[in-house]
């Protein structure tokens, strides 16, 4: 009895296994893996986001609170499909995504630094960046409000017939990351 609950145990295994793998792909599943690589931030996540911090004028600390910030971002992210318009090989999958609002706590530090000037100045009396760097990254890491935005992707087929979501405007990137300047819309 043992070993026919384990032969079809095995089969039915089997049928799903095989069952999975015929199941066409589609543009939305694209997106849908795209955006999950950010949330469980995979290696390639990791890289670009190297990429992102190395062009930043921050010491070797600010950088660690950075990429932490930016680390928390990507695996709070949250999404949801609202549409998607197949033409032949190309798509476009609308997506409405909820990140923390990082332009918020930026502006929010630009701000104060206009107000506060003295806050920010060395032993001497000057105007020193690095303190700034610290207190905006500092608001940055205790933001807690969201934005939501919506994202058009482009998504074609390549030549092995599968979906892969296009390169991201700047824009589109910016909202990902949640440093969006949203203001210029209004």
């Not at 998504?155 to 949640?178: A, F, P, R, T």
């Given at each position: 009895m043992k070993k026919l609950c384990l032969v079809l145990s095995v089969f039915v295994g089997s049928l799903v296994l095989v069952g999975c793998s015929l199941t066409k792909s589609t543009a939305s599943d694209a997106v849908k893996n795209f955006l999950d690589q950010y949330k469980n931030l995979s290696s390639a996540v990791l890289t670009d986001l190297e990429t992102v911090i190395s062009k930043e004028d921050f010491t070797n600390n600010q950088k660690d609170e950075y990429r932490d910030i930016l680390k928390k971002q990507y695996s709070d992210l949250k999404y949801e499909i609202t549409n998607e318009n197949y033409d032949g090989d190309t798509a476009i999958v609308t997506t409405k995504i909820t990140v923390y609002d990082l332009y918020k706590a930026q502006n929010d530090a630009t701000s104060y630094l206009a107000q506060n000037q003295d806050k920010f100045q060395d032993k001497d009396g000057n105007y020193d960046n690095s303190l700034f760097l610290d207190y905006k990254l500092e608001q940055m890491k205790m933001i807690k409000d969201?934005?939501?935005?919506?994202?058009?992707?482009?998504?074609?087929?390549?030549?092995?017939?599968?979906?892969?979501?296009?390169?991201?405007?700047?824009?589109?990137?910016?909202?990902?990351?949640?440093?969006?300047?949203?203001?210029?819309?209004?």
């Open positions: 969201t934005v939501e935005y919506t994202i058009d992707f482009y998504v074609e087929k390549d030549q092995d017939d599968k979906w892969q979501v296009s390169e991201l405007s700047n824009d589109d990137l910016e909202k990902i990351h949640g440093v969006y300047n949203y203001d210029l819309e209004s």
